[in-house]
């Protein structure tokens, strides 16, 4: 034994070019229009073995409203314009998909009236000081006037705070 510890190679979908098939994709828009004028949040799982494969999708609770309303000084934004999700509940979910096997691969939301794109703040939730916060790929539902206008797959770009799009491959 050297006693060095083992470096922790990242998880090859924080890369992104991943798969899902057309059921799962249609969950994400669903829970993206069931929110909408919200924005929505969740997590999207898959195997292990299958580095591309995204195959369970896991809603999870926009806070964004909760935190408003005990402190809107702090938090000024509402789930219209801004999705927060639970940290300890995603610590939860990462250690415990990744105990089972089945990875978190995905971080979804939902953008209302607006596109697609990485915006400032995603990047600034998802990255800092260079780092991506957490070991997933990001996907962003467009919800344009109540109908899904757009999906599009976003990864970190290694040694800075920004992110590319990606290929999101749909079966
Ligand atoms: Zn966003």
Redesign the pocket.
């Known amino acids: 034994m050297s006693g060095e510890a083992t470096p922790t190679r990242p998880p090859p979908w924080i890369a992104g070019n991943l798969m899902i098939d057309e059921a799962r994709l249609a969950e994400l828009h669903a829970h993206a229009l069931e929110c909408y004028p919200s ?1 929505c949040c969740g997590f999207v799982s898959g195997p292990v073995s299958d580095a591309a494969e995204l195959s369970v999708a896991v809603r999870e609770v926009n806070e964004a409203d909760k935190y408003h309303k005990l402190d809107p000084i702090t938090f000024p934004r509402t789930s219209q314009m801004y ?1 927060k999700i639970n940290e300890l509940r995603a610590a939860r979910a990462f250690e415990q998909g990744d105990k089972a096997g089945q990875p978190i691969k995905v971080i979804y ?1 939902s ?1 209302c009236d607006a596109g697609a794109y ?2 400032k ?2 990047a600034a939730t998802f990255a800092s000081d260079n780092t991506l916060m957490w070991p997933c790929a990001f996907i ?1 539902v467009s919800v344009m006037q109540g109908r899904v206008a757009d999906t599009k797959l976003w990864v970190h770009v290694p040694g800075t705070n920004d992110f590319l799009e990606s290929k999101l491959n749909v079966r």
Request: glycine share 0%.
């Open positions: 924005e999705f939301h953008h990485f915006s703040e995603d962003v």
